[in-house]
């Protein structure tokens, strides 16, 4: 039968490649966003955010890219380890008081060794 | 490093029994939430929590869900009649209070199965 829901978007890279997963977002009123990765059977983890006055942000072996005029979001990932494979998802914050987030639906990435 | 606990990891139930999942924030944070992400899907926002009362709450988190800071440092989700749907993993987060850019932690997560 049909699993409704578990399609998620597959990334497959070889260790050592860099990654680039991709994140459309839909509020043009958001005004921070931030990349989780999710390891199977464990909570989001923080990796890197970013502000809507910034177009670029980097961390270790990370880069936020965002683009407000087409609502777009990506991370890179330099120099991609195995110990990266997980779900990633960005979420982000339409501002106003309580900063609740709107997570996107996820990307699967696989490292290979 | 300060992290947001939660028990019990796994908690499973019969459909209309109630269900309490308790989650510990880190000391020093002042914004509380809950989350919680069906199988293969998305993670949902349920609600938010702030100075002893609810800040905002989704459509999701209708009569049967309520939330409670009973002592300085448990924060609990109560669901009180389980539905099948109800199944997910119910995360946990956190935040310190200084500004509108905050990052939230996350628990761990309680996988909750209603047969």
């Known amino acids: 039968g049909e699993s409704v829901g578990l399609h998620l978007p597959t990334l497959s890279v070889q260790e050592g490649d860099n990654s680039i997963i991709n994140c459309a977002y839909s509020n043009s009123a958001s005004d921070y966003f931030i990349w989780y990765k999710q390891e199977s059977g464990k909570g989001p983890q923080f990796i890197i955010d970013i502000r809507s006055n910034m177009d670029k942000r980097q961390g270790q072996r990370v880069t936020v890219l965002l683009n407000k005029t087409v609502k777009h979001l990506s991370l890179q990932i330099a120099a991609t380890q195995p110990g990266d494979s997980a779900v990633y998802f960005c979420a982000e914050n339409s501002g106003g008081s309580n900063y609740k987030l709107t997570f996107g639906k996820g990307t699967l990435l696989t490292v290979n060794p | 490093e300060p992290e947001v606990t939660q028990t019990p990891s796994h908690q499973v139930t019969q459909m209309g029994q109630e269900v309490i999942l308790r989650c510990v924030p880190i000391?020093?944070?002042?914004?509380f939430y809950w989350y919680r992400q069906i199988l293969g899907q998305k993670v949902e926002f349920l609600v938010s929590f702030y100075n002893n009362e609810i800040s905002e709450k989704s459509e999701i988190f209708d009569d049967q869900f309520s939330v409670e800071r009973p002592d300085g440092s448990n924060f609990t989700l109560k669901i009180r009649s389980t539905k099948l749907e109800d199944s997910a993993m119910y995360f946990c987060?956190?935040?310190?209070?200084?500004?509108?850019?905050?990052?939230?932690?996350f628990g761990p997560g309680t996988r909750l199965t209603v047969l």
């Open positions: 000391s020093n944070h002042l914004y």
């Open positions: 987060a956190s935040s310190d209070m200084r500004g509108p850019y905050n990052e939230q932690f």
